[in-house]
C-alpha cells in the first residue's frame, strides 16, 4: 500500500495550490489531509468518509479556503487551496486508516495507519 503525494510548491500569498495523493494497493473508504509546520505538531487539514456520502470535515483554519474531492476511478484525492496564508505554510500529508473512523477520532492523527511521503507547501508574504 501507497500513497504517494504531490503538487506542493512556493506561492505567494493570496495563490493557489493544488495537491493530490494517489493510492495504490488497496481502496481507502476514508482519506485525510494534515499538515506539519515547522516546530509544530502535525494538524488536521481535511477528511471524508464514503458512509458520508464524502461529506468533508475541515480544520476551522482552511475552512472556506480548501477544498477536498476525491477521483474514485483514479484512486486519487486533491486538496485545492486558495487563499493561501503564510500560516498555510508546511509539510502537507495524505492520510488514511485501516479501519473506519467514528468523526471524534477523524482529527487525530493517531487514527491513521498510512501515510503519504509529504509535500512542501512554502507561503510567502
Known amino acids: 500500500v501507497q500513497l504517494q503525494a504531490s503538487g506542493g510548491g512556493s506561492v505567494q500569498a493570496g495563490g493557489s495550490l493544488r495537491l493530490s495523493c494517489a493510492t495504490s494497493?488497496?481502496?481507502?473508504?476514508?482519506m485525510a489531509w494534515f499538515r506539519q509546520a515547522p516546530g509544530k505538531e502535525r494538524e488536521f487539514v481535511s477528511a471524508?468518509?464514503?458512509?458520508?456520502?464524502?461529506?468533508?470535515h475541515y480544520a476551522d483554519s482552511v475552512k472556506g479556503r480548501f477544498t477536498m474531492s476525491r477521483d474514485n476511478a483514479k484512486n486519487t484525492v486533491y486538496l485545492q487551496m486558495n487563499s493561501l496564508e503564510p500560516e498555510d505554510t508546511a509539510v502537507y500529508y495524505c492520510?488514511?486508516?485501516?479501519?473506519?473512523?467514528?468523526?471524534?477520532?477523524?482529527?487525530?492523527?493517531?487514527?491513521?495507519?498510512?501515510w503519504g511521503q509529504g509535500t512542501l507547501v512554502t507561503v510567502s508574504s
Open positions: 494497493g488497496r481502496t481507502f473508504n476514508t
Open positions: 492520510a488514511a486508516p485501516t479501519a473506519s473512523l467514528i468523526t471524534s477520532t477523524l482529527r487525530n492523527p493517531s487514527s491513521y495507519d498510512y
Open positions: 471524508n468518509r464514503r458512509r458520508d456520502g464524502y461529506y468533508t
